[in-house]
């Protein structure tokens, strides 16, 4: 890894975050709609578990040569965010909160994971290369940062679904916001928090900030 390991302590952070807030979740919480229909609480949850679960499998593979995509390429609209897709998004979800008894064995196993990858990444070369599902040769470092957007967007997602303040953390908020702005976070107006909101289509209220990089997230 790189370093100063920037992206990786904000993939630690954010994820240490998502998995404290979600251990003092009510039971009814878990059940309750978020704004990426059709999922509700557990699903949603369960949609960031397995979108860091493609990481062990990628670690494991004999690494590319060179990348071939960055982390703002990684969001081009093609076939990762085809209809088909979308819908095995859905799907695998689903299954994965069904497979668990109950919501608590869920956030252990999601923070097991996720100590675990943190160990993992920080004990990789610097300027190791990895193969997404998708087919993309990415950095592993680029490959984190989509990482840390996927909690931090939807860790977003979470907290208003349940009414809660965001547990948006510095490191992942700084991170998210170098992709989104093609201009320094420091030069941006306003909280973290809401500006990934209206960069991401999550809050109305006009719109966003200049300089928004042209990225299909989904």
């Known amino acids: 890894m790189?370093?100063?390991?920037?992206?990786?302590?904000?993939?630690?952070d954010e994820a240490d975050a998502l998995g404290h807030a979600a251990a003092r979740?009510?039971?009814?919480?878990?059940?309750?709609?978020?704004?990426?229909?059709?999922w509700p609480v557990r699903e949603l949850f369960a949609h960031v578990h397995v979108v860091l679960a493609w990481l062990p499998g990628m670690l494991a593979a004999p690494a590319p040569a060179a990348p071939d995509t960055s982390a703002?390429?990684?969001?081009?609209?093609?076939?990762?965010?085809?209809?088909?897709?979308?819908?095995?998004?859905?799907?695998?979800?689903?299954?994965?909160?069904?497979?668990?008894?109950?919501?608590?064995?869920?956030?252990?196993?999601?923070?097991?994971?996720?100590a675990e990858l943190t160990g993992r990444c920080a004990a990789e070369p610097a300027g190791r290369v990895v193969r997404?599902?998708?087919?993309?040769?990415?950095?592993?470092?680029?490959?984190?940062?989509?990482?840390?957007?996927?909690?931090?967007v939807h860790g977003l997602d979470l907290a208003d679904a349940l009414g809660r303040p965001a547990w948006l953390t510095p490191a992942a908020a700084g991170v998210v916001l170098r992709l989104l702005f093609e201009r320094p976070a420091d030069e941006l107006p306003g909280p973290a928090d809401r500006l990934l909101r209206r960069a991401t289509g999550r809050e109305?209220?006009?719109?966003?900030?200049?300089?928004?990089?042209?990225?299909?997230?989904g």
């Open 204 to 217: 109305p209220g006009g719109p966003a900030p200049a300089g928004l990089r042209p990225l299909t997230l």
């Open 72 to 114: 703002a390429g990684y969001y081009r609209p093609d076939h990762r965010f085809a209809p088909e897709t979308d819908a095995a998004r859905i799907r695998l979800a689903r299954e994965h909160a069904a497979s668990f008894a109950t919501p608590g064995r869920q956030v252990r196993e999601f923070r097991t994971l996720t």
């Open 132 to 152: 997404t599902r998708h087919g993309d040769a990415m950095l592993l470092d680029d490959f984190l940062t989509t990482r840390v957007v996927e909690l931090a």
């Open 25 to 38: 979740w009510a039971d009814s919480d878990w059940a309750r709609p978020t704004r990426c229909a059709p």
């Open 2 to 12: 790189d370093p100063d390991r920037t992206v990786l302590d904000a993939f630690r």
